[in-house]
């Protein structure tokens, strides 16, 4: 991978003053998926997963104390925040206001690049930015691994976030206390061997999905015949991954994630009812990476619970690969990624 990204956060050790804090994040793409909870509360997971953040769709999240507000206030790209996304946001300040022992509501401001809800990441990244600038902001003084736990809260995608490149997501010891299950589910970075990825997004649709990514891990657990299976085969692709980071063999990291993102998209449609995210549009852009293939062209596929499609290959290949996406789905968007940074807090604004 290329030196100049950093995976591990920056500015997080400065000195804890509670008042105003701004972070920024960038969304990340699982190779081998998360995909079903053991533990809904503590956003506990039931398998280890693995993931590269990008350098595209940054979110910029700030935090400020407002002693005198009642009640928090959260805006996302100037509009106020409704419903459970609202309500997911001060359920996580409420969790961060515990730790710091203050009741202080706080005003949260967030802007986002990615589209909201397509399965792009938005959680990931929103979650990430928020649990590093809210963190500060409340004076909690986190390192790394404390703020992946803190992020899993919000979102379980989140807690990769934090780190920039690829990073493993532990699920964390099914047995013990809530405490002990807490402290071992966190992200942290892995180490890749000469390896220059691209992710070429095919965004064949931007809108909202019609199924939470949350309810649709729920269903999945909770009835697909096909769960069990994939839960135990993404723990061989997990070790075979892991090698083939540590190698810098692209082919194989791209055939082990896509053989993963499509078993997790099996054992949605074998939910009942099903959860289909995969639109014709996503079937037309699968059929264009195997003729990539065919052409000789390193490309693999990867869907996350939306209809979209991310495309690992060699980051000299990723003008090819974007222009066989681009005539496979004239009227989507194509976009190129690379790995990208940690999560971190911009400076300058502390109280
Ligand atoms: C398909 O992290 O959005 O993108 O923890 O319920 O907020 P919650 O779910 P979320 O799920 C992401 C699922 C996925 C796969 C992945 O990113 O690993």
């Avoid at 793409?29 to 769709?57: C, H, N, Q």
């Amino acid at each position: 991978m290329r030196a100049e990204h950093r995976n591990t956060p920056t500015g997080l050790r400065e000195p804890a003053t509670a008042g105003t804090a701004t972070a920024v994040a960038h969304p990340n793409i699982a190779l081998i998926k998360y995909w079903g909870k053991r533990d809904e509360r503590l956003v506990l997971p039931r398998t280890d997963s693995l993931s590269m953040t990008l350098d595209i769709f940054p979110t910029t999240t700030r935090v400020r104390l407002a002693p005198d507000r009642e009640h928090d206030a959260v805006t996302l790209d100037g509009v106020p925040l409704r419903g459970e996304a609202r309500r997911r946001v001060t359920a996580f300040l409420d969790l961060v206001r515990q730790r710091a022992g203050l009741a202080r509501r706080a005003v949260v401001d967030t802007e986002n690049t990615v589209p909201t809800g397509a399965g792009l990441a938005s959680s990931a990244s929103g979650f990430a930015a928020l649990a590093v600038a809210a963190a500060a902001a409340y004076g909690l003084g986190l390192d790394a691994a404390a703020l992946s736990r803190l992020a899993r809260r919000g979102s379980g995608s989140a807690s990769r976030s934090v780190f920039g490149g690829f990073a493993l997501w532990h699920a964390g010891p099914d047995t013990g206390t809530d405490e002990e299950a807490d402290l071992g589910s966190y992200a942290e970075p892995v180490p890749v061997g000469e390896l220059d990825p691209a992710l070429v997004i095919a965004v064949v649709h931007a809108g909202p999905k019609a199924v939470s990514s949350r309810e649709a891990m729920r269903r999945t657990v909770d009835t697909s015949p096909l769960y069990e299976p994939w839960a135990v085969s993404s723990k061989d692709d997990l070790a075979d991954m892991r090698v083939a980071l540590h190698r810098g063999d692209l082919d194989a990291v791209g055939e082990i994630a896509e053989r993963n993102a499509l078993g997790m998209h099996a054992t949605m449609l074998a939910a009942r009812p099903a959860v289909r995210y995969l639109a014709p549009a996503t079937l037309t852009v699968l059929d264009s990476v195997l003729q990539l293939r065919r052409d000789g062209v390193a490309a693999y596929a990867t869907m996350d619970a939306g209809p979209n499609v991310k495309v690992l290959c060699r980051r000299g290949d990723a003008d090819r690969v974007a222009g066989a996406l681009r005539g496979a789905v004239p009227d989507g968007q194509v976009l190129v990624a690379g790995p990208g940074p940690g999560a971190r807090l911009l400076c300058g604004e502390r109280r």
